[in-house]
């Protein structure tokens, strides 16, 4: 069982930046695909970010990137999302995910674990 802590989240005003945090339980954190996925009022669940265990590989959604950067700290068992440039439209609710798959993916279905998610509202 992994247990996925966020943190980080909060009030920024569009243009600027927030760094949201997710700590992992898991005593083979470098053995997980670890993902950012993000869900707004109304609207569905949708991905955001993803990297695999050694960091090597990263994907992200067409509307973060360049803006957002997803990293890992293997040996403290933490992922990070570096988000520059924000818009009121990253405004969401981020959830940290986790999978002992090898493959990155940008499917909620292929991720096994989830943490409760952190509040990030961008102001216009």
């Known amino acids: 069982q992994v247990q996925l802590v966020e943190s980080g989240g909060g009030l920024v005003q569009a243009g600027g930046s927030l760094r949201v945090s997710c700590a992992a339980s898991?005593?083979?954190?470098?053995?997980?695909?670890m993902g950012w996925f993000r869900q707004a009022p109304g609207k569905e669940r949708e991905f955001v970010a993803a990297i695999t265990w050694s960091g090597g590989i990263t994907l992200y959604a067409d509307s973060v990137k360049g803006r957002f950067t997803i990293s890992r700290d293997n040996a403290n068992n933490t992922v990070y999302l570096q988000m520059n440039s924000l818009k009121p439209e990253d405004t969401a609710v981020y959830y940290c995910?986790?999978?002992?798959?090898?493959?990155?993916?940008?499917?909620?279905?292929?991720?096994?674990?989830w943490g409760q998610g952190t509040q990030v509202t961008v102001s216009s």
């Open positions: 898991a005593r083979t954190f470098s053995n997980y695909i």
């Open positions: 995910a986790a999978d002992r798959s090898r493959s990155v993916s940008a499917r909620n279905i292929d991720y096994e674990y």
